[in-house]
């Protein structure tokens, strides 16, 4: 009888490594379906990280953002046929790497920030009980067809 029962786990068990192994083969093989892009992105002013920068992939939906040490990592399918790379946040111009159909690792990725200069803006106080009497005086003006 204690035969039997050997044989039976024993097959079990070898019935339970190769479908094992048939899955980390599979995962081995989606693994080489996908170009990896990952590094860090900085202010090239300060050359402190940025964070919360997108990162994503032009004419496509797929995009990342970076944490707050300013690294990111992003995968995609060999499939979408990657050309860029392109990085962009408020604050600063858009920045595009060429990337080939391989992985690349530990880029830095170095943001200019946009300057933008505004007009002087001028504010002007207003009496509260005139501003109320005037929006009255208009209500008639405002609701005739």
């Known amino acids: 009888m204690k035969p039997i029962y050997y044989s039976k786990v024993i097959g079990s068990l070898l019935i339970f490594f190769a479908f094992a192994g048939n899955l980390i ?39 990342t953002i970076t944490n707050t040490d300013g690294e990111f990592t992003i995968k995609v ?24 159909e391989e992985d690349v690792q530990n880029v830095t990725i170095i943001l200019t920030p946009l300057i933008n200069t505004l007009q002087e803006v001028i504010v002007k106080g207003v009496n509260p009980h005139d501003l109320v009497k005037t929006a009255i005086g208009k209500i008639e003006k405002n609701t005739s067809a």
Do not use: H, L, M, W
């Open 77 to 100: 399918n060999k499939n979408v046929r990657v050309k860029t790379v392109e990085f962009s946040s408020v604050g600063y111009y858009t920045q595009k790497i060429p990337i080939k």
């Open 25 to 63: 083969s599979i995962s081995a093989q989606e693994e080489a379906n996908y170009i990896t892009v990952n590094g860090k992105v900085k202010d090239k002013q300060s050359k402190k990280t940025v964070e919360y920068v997108t990162v994503s992939i032009p004419e496509t939906n797929i995009a």
